[in-house]
């Protein structure tokens, strides 16, 4: 009779137990509703391992009670990295989409101070001079918007090229920034594998901070995840190129162009040795400011010069066919720097 009401007595002790430690999970779940990257814990229960004992001649199976088989993070993988391949689009989205408005702004017609504006008046004051040639206030109105005109086109290449130098400097700084989450990635990994071997449970919380980072890495620069046997993951790029191998780290780092307006290339450390990956980045903030700096700005800025050059050509052979108040002929309007 002792030894039931000290089975029983065990068996109820067990679930006490248990279910505290379910109460103390809730508790961390609701302390931490707010904060980012935290996932929602659950414990799960199985029953406790049985004792034999014989009753009425025979030997049977007793239960003895619950306990906590372990604690779980509701996370689910396949989502995850749904969400980490789609980060380095959206980050390389939201990249494009803050310096294409940064152009608006800069060609915007409403300012007053655009180059259609500055085109218009010089057009404008052309036709003036021509309704009356010999009038010396619109010979003097025309050169004066000739030379707006001129100083419209400086300024607006000067605005362009300060923008990818702009672009250039956050390049460098988003490189600091990728080495410093491949660095904690690399020692989260690293705790991580410390942490879990020597317990049945997961590191849940550290788990989290590591997809936390994961995630933020993903928006700035195109990677794939491999999950590892020992619990540990490692990153590359999209074409194989080792960013993370367990708790080993490949810091990126910028070196000066000279065949590209002294613009910083990307490069990755591989031991003794540097890789040159500008071209092969695909996705994430820097694949958008690396696009943005090497095609869409400069495309605006070839097209400016085009645009500059061709309108300077064609005015000044019209002009060249025309003669002045004194007789002069084949004299150019504009002259090219």
Do not use: C
């Amino acid at each position: 009779m002792t030894t039931n009401i000290f089975s029983a007595l065990s068996s109820a002790k067990l679930g006490l137990l248990a279910q505290q430690l379910a109460i103390e999970v809730t508790g961390q779940n609701i302390a931490n509703v707010e904060t980012e990257g935290y996932s929602r814990q659950d414990v799960t229960f199985e029953a406790n391992t049985p004792r034999h004992a014989i009753k009425y001649g025979s030997m049977h199976q007793i239960g003895t009670g619950v306990r906590v088989a372990g604690i779980e993070r509701a996370h689910d993988q396949f989502l995850f990295e749904q969400i980490m391949d789609e980060g380095d689009l959206t980050g390389s989205t939201e990249v494009k989409k803050d310096i294409f408005e940064q152009l608006e702004i800069l060609f915007n017609e409403g300012s007053g101070r655009s180059l259609n504006d500055a085109l218009s008046s010089f057009f404008a004051s052309v036709h003036d001079l021509a309704t009356n040639a010999r009038g010396l206030s619109e010979r003097a109105d025309l050169v004066s918007k000739a030379e707006h005109l001129a100083s419209t086109f400086n300024q607006t290449g000067k605005q362009l090229y300060t923008i990818q130098r702009n672009i250039d400097a956050t390049i460098e700084t988003e490189v600091t920034e990728i080495n410093s989450l491949t660095t904690q990635i690399g020692k989260l990994n690293e705790s991580i594998h410390a942490n879990e071997p020597a317990s049945q449970y997961k590191a849940n919380d550290l788990r989290d901070n590591r997809d936390r980072l994961v995630k933020e890495l993903s928006k700035k620069i195109d990677i794939q995840l491999i999950e590892e046997s020992d619990s540990q993951i490692s990153l590359t790029l999209k074409d194989g190129t080792a960013l993370v191998l367990k708790d080993q780290v490949f810091d990126l780092s910028t070196s000066i162009n000279a065949n590209n307006e002294s613009f910083y290339d990307v490069y990755i450390d591989i031991g003794s040795t540097t890789k040159d990956i500008t071209s092969t980045i695909t996705g994430g903030e820097l694949h958008g400011y690396l696009d943005m700096r090497d095609t869409e700005v400069e495309s605006i800025l070839d097209k400016m010069n085009i645009l500059s050059a061709s309108f300077i050509q064609e005015f000044n052979g019209i002009h060249r066919e025309g003669f002045g108040v004194d007789g002069s002929s084949g004299l150019d309007f504009f002259f090219s720097p």
